[in-house]
């Protein structure tokens, strides 16, 4: 059975968590909560647990720091799930490129986190089959080789992230096989290589629309989609509103 512990600061989210988990057939045991980053930082040494729930945002120490200090003390193979909210994400992103953890946006749903548990387990369990090593059909090397590779092609995006960036073209920039690559991608960060991009080109688009002097086409043509139409529907997929939502909103903060 898999040990995992949530550190959040909100006892509504732990509870809500709980009972997702409890309904998820028995796969995994809470050994552990906390509501703050200190009182979570004894946790994860005291259990050790397989994989920790982490919120960004907590007293006494945010959940990054709280994550970067126990990496530090070696303890442990824990995997991390950090919950973030729309604007933590650019905070949440620079943790991916570390390695430390996958994520989630607030506010959670339900089946996204059953089905992020499950990608967590997965991956746990092809890391001891294969000793932390490489990906099955092709070495990757040793791990920071690796993660080397999956950071320098975030960087790739983060940088040309308007211009058509297809997964073969960005896996040319690494010297990998597209295919290798994908999977190496997600298996670093937690995240699919279109998911990533989508959510760097929204990131800047959100930036670009508290300009009032672009128009919303003119800020979709700049983060790299020519369509408004398609603009407007990846938009409101990622934050449940429409561009002119999005701006009319922030007008009234």
């Not at 259990?47 to 960004?56: F, W, Y």
């Not at 995997?79 to 943790?95: C, E, H």
């Not at 490489?134 to 211009?163: L, N, P």
């Amino acid at each position: 059975m898999i040990r995992l512990v949530i550190i959040d600061d909100e006892q509504l989210i732990r509870r809500g968590l709980q009972k997702i988990i409890e309904m998820s057939g028995g796969k995994y045991e809470i050994a552990g909560e906390a509501a703050d980053g200190e009182e979570g930082l004894k946790l994860l040494l005291k259990v050790s647990p397989d994989i920790a729930v982490v919120d960004v945002k907590m007293p006494k120490k945010n959940g990054l720091e709280m994550i970067g200090e126990y990496l530090a003390q070696g303890a442990g193979r824990t995997r991390f799930i950090v919950l973030s909210a729309y604007d933590d994400y650019a905070f949440t992103r620079k943790a991916i490129k570390l390695g430390i953890c996958d994520y989630l946006l607030k506010p959670v749903n339900r089946f996204d986190f059953l089905r992020q548990l499950e990608e967590t387990a997965k991956l746990m369990r092809r890391e001891a089959v294969s000793d932390g090593g490489a990906a099955e059909g092709e070495g990757d090397g040793d791990g920071a080789a690796a993660a080397d590779a999956v950071k320098r092609a975030m960087e790739y995006i983060d940088r040309y992230f308007y211009q058509e960036l297809t997964l073969a073209g960005v896996a040319k920039e690494v010297h990998m096989h597209p295919n290798y690559f994908g999977n190496l991608f997600k298996k670093k960060t937690g995240v699919s290589y279109l998911t990533y991009l989508t959510s760097v080109r929204m990131e800047k688009a959100r930036e670009l629309l508290d300009n009032p002097n672009l128009k919303v086409y003119e800020v979709g043509q700049i983060v790299g989609y020519y369509s408004p139409k398609h603009f407007s529907k990846v938009f409101k997929k990622h934050t449940n509103m429409t561009p002119n939502e999005y701006r009319d909103r922030n007008k009234h903060v």
